[in-house]
């Protein structure tokens, strides 16, 4: 062999060092790839085709997608509806153990053992039928306004507990949990209220003057605690329960001064709003729905619209999944934090407006009823989706509306439907709970099975070097 034919030999951990090397930068390649497609995946959805295709190791390929049906087995949605109805079943059992036939029955339990499950089954399918008949449809009402009033009552409802849960929701896309709603319907509805019986407008003017008094109101009231958060990092559950008990004991003292009581009481009411300034019923006088719903059906589009369509819908959900990486992307987190409780608190006073202006018509201490605190259970059932949240609403209205008939026809506690209510909260906070009750796959299960093992790549040995 000539000299020229003769080759240096490279030492065995010369070559192991420039691979390390080499695969460390594939490495570092993928990792911003990956940070890269991370808005993509801020809400939850997995990353398009392509962007998988492009972080799958090389050689691999992408994972294949699972079916249809497995893809439903491990959704959120699924999960969400069989809460729902575990908790119906549960309440049912304390229905039929708490009914006195049902304790009768159970004296001879092992002589006549269908006595006591016919017992219970009667109690608690009797409670649901009526209220079923109170809240969706009276099938022995005769008339069709009788037959239709209790969907329309449902409806009338859910109106408030739509917008503030759209509230609620929009700050939780947003990283903030905001249970002030309370003190924002209040707010909001005082805005709405003093517009509505001390200005003197045109019809059409005069109500656009008080929806917007409205979520005004609450703009302010939850924008200030957006600007504590951002500017002094005050936790935003601490700042928004303290400002519930301002509210409250503020729009008290608002109803003891002329300005807001009603001449000549000494009770804690407003003077009756203008006729101009309320909301028209939206099915005719026989009926309590007003134009109201459709003023929430709307905001539940634009909220859609906004965290879907829109630019500060993007920067809104790139804040509430990692502020830090939204931060160096060049997204003012504090401006979102701001514009996110504010947008939260005028759809809240979007709520107390629908109270003061359709539903109750003056202003009391008691017009936001517990709607705040339900509207977080409504974000949470809703998975913070503005038709999810839609869907909850008109749920958790039904549960009020027929709660009073089930209570008159059989005799229940309406307070079983604050069991129902909570036990869905819980089942909804814990959902390894409820695919554990239901034997349901876990999410990315069946896509993790058809990938099948992973066999080691040079890209992944240098990564772990």
Not at 35 to 55: Q, V
Not at 58 to 69: I, N, Q, V, W, Y
Not at 193 to 213: E, R
Not at 381 to 408: D, E, N
Request: glycine content about 10%.
């Amino acid at each position: 062999m000539t000299p020229q034919e003769e080759k240096p030999e490279i030492p065995a951990h010369g070559r192991g060092e420039n691979l390390t090397r080499g695969n460390a930068k594939d490495a570092a390649r993928q990792d911003e790839v990956r940070l890269e497609n991370a808005a993509e995946t801020a809400d939850g959805e997995l990353p398009p085709p392509a962007a998988a295709a492009t972080t799958a190791a090389p050689g691999t390929g992408p994972a294949p997608e699972a079916p249809l049906l497995q893809r439903i087995m491990t959704g959120n949605a699924l999960v969400a509806v069989l809460s729902v109805v575990l908790s119906l079943i549960l309440g049912g059992l304390l229905i039929a153990v708490t009914d006195p036939e049902v304790a009768r029955a159970s004296s001879y339990f092992f002589s006549r053992p269908q006595d006591t499950l016919g017992a219970a089954w009667s109690a608690a399918s009797s409670a649901y039928i009526a209220l079923f008949q109170g809240s969706v449809i009276n099938v022995g009402g005769g008339s069709f306004t009788r037959v239709i009033y209790p969907l329309t009552q449902t409806l009338t409802v859910a109106t408030p507990l739509i917008c503030a849960g759209l509230g609620v929701a929009l700050a939780f896309r947003a990283g903030l949990f905001n249970i002030g709603a309370q003190g924002q319907i209040l707010i909001g509805a005082t805005f709405a209220a003093w517009v509505g019986f001390t200005l003197h407008l045109p019809a059409g003017l005069h109500l656009l003057l008080v929806i917007l008094a409205g979520m005004v109101g609450g703009a302010i009231w939850a924008g200030l605690v957006g600007v504590l958060k951002a500017r002094t990092g005050a936790h935003e559950v601490i700042l928004t329960i303290m400002f519930n008990y301002i509210a409250t004991n503020l729009v008290l003292y608002f109803l003891s001064t002329p300005a807001f009581q009603r001449p000549g009481s000494t009770n804690p009411i407003s003077p009756q709003l203008d006729a101009t300034a309320i909301y028209p019923p939206l099915l005719g006088s026989a009926f309590r729905l007003h134009w109201g719903f459709v003023v929430a059906v709307v905001a539940t589009v634009f909220v859609w619209w906004l965290l879907n369509r829109s630019t500060v819908g993007f920067e809104l959900r790139a804040v509430g999944a990692n502020p830090s990486a939204a931060r160096t992307a060049g997204v003012s987190v504090s401006k979102g934090y701001i514009l996110a409780m504010a947008i939260a608190g005028a759809l809240a006073g979007l709520a107390g407006v629908a109270q003061v202006s359709g539903t109750e018509k003056v202003l009391t201490s008691g017009v936001a009823a517990s709607f705040g605190f339900d509207a977080i259970t409504v974000a949470l059932l809703g998975r913070s989706s503005p038709w999810g949240t839609f869907a909850a609403g008109i749920l958790f209205g039904a549960f009020r509306a027929g709660g009073v008939t089930m209570q008159a026809s059989t005799g229940t506690s309406i307070d079983i439907v604050l069991v129902v209510q909570s036990l869905i909260v819980l089942f909804i906070a814990a959902p390894p709970l409820i695919r554990a009750v239901f034997r349901l796959p876990a999410p990315g299960a069946a896509r993790t099975a058809k990938a099948g093992p992973t066999t080691p790549t040079p890209a992944s040995t240098g990564a772990a070097a």
